[in-house]
């Protein structure tokens, strides 16, 4: 089973429409991410969160907010999706500074 | 304004030559730095890492080397394989963060 897992993997919605993607771990790090790839950007962090209570802004939080439900679990959600965050969207996790652990990618298009 | 700079969108190279991935960075605190490959529908995997106090780390194929006055890191990868085809991104963080920047990859095509 994949240490890091994504739900869901595609998604398709409308402008407007609040939209959660889900971010489950089993490797019992602390630090979990979110991050959003675009073509030609390379990744750039969305929020990240050092342990349950603890959630900060990365570089591109407008337009996102985050749940940190559990140790394993961080949520990301677009309280009303707009067509420029159509985009390829990772969760990440980490216990030391050397590796991020990423998931295999949510593909989210807003038309 | 971007810290870390992957000038080379795309590379291509034959299989068994050798492959040069550039990396440059302006931020003078960065003291680490990471190399992660991403093949298509999935996500990154940590390939290899250089601590600022060195300026190689090797690891099989794989060779990293840092070139702390020119603000400059490459990866080797000798010899290539079609296997390595992907993108790969630089990422860099400074000291203490757990929060690397990274850079818009580089594509590599290793043909056979």
């Known amino acids: 089973d994949a240490d890091v897992t994504q739900t869901p993997r595609n998604r398709i919605t409308k402008t407007g429409k609040r939209i959660m993607l889900e971010c489950s771990q089993t490797?019992?790090?602390?630090?979990m991410y979110w991050y959003r790839q675009d073509p030609g950007l390379g990744l750039r962090l969305i929020y990240y969160?050092?342990?349950?209570?603890?959630?900060n802004k990365g570089e591109i939080s407008d337009g996102y907010s985050v749940s940190r439900q559990a140790q394993a679990k961080f949520s990301l959600s677009l309280e009303s999706a707009i067509p420029n965050q159509t985009a390829l969207y990772f969760c990440?996790?980490?216990?030391?500074?050397?590796?991020?652990?990423f998931g295999p990618g949510t593909r989210l298009t807003v038309l | 304004d971007q810290q870390v700079k992957q000038n080379s969108p795309s590379l291509s190279v034959q299989e068994g030559r050798i492959s040069i991935l550039n990396c440059d960075y302006t931020n003078s605190m960065f003291d680490y730095f990471l190399w992660y490959k991403k093949y298509p529908a999935e996500g990154p995997t940590f390939l290899i890492s250089i601590s600022s106090i060195k300026d190689k780390n090797e690891d099989g194929r794989f060779t990293v080397f840092l070139n702390k006055s020119a603000k400059h890191l490459s990866l080797h990868i000798v010899p290539s394989q079609p296997g390595d085809s992907a993108v790969y991104f630089c990422a860099a963080s400074a000291g203490g963060s757990y929060i690397p920047t990274f850079g818009r990859g580089t594509s590599l095509i290793v043909h056979p």
């Open positions: 990440a996790t980490s216990e030391r500074r050397d590796t991020q652990y």
């Open positions: 969160s050092f342990d349950v209570k603890d959630i």
């Open positions: 490797k019992g790090h602390d630090r």
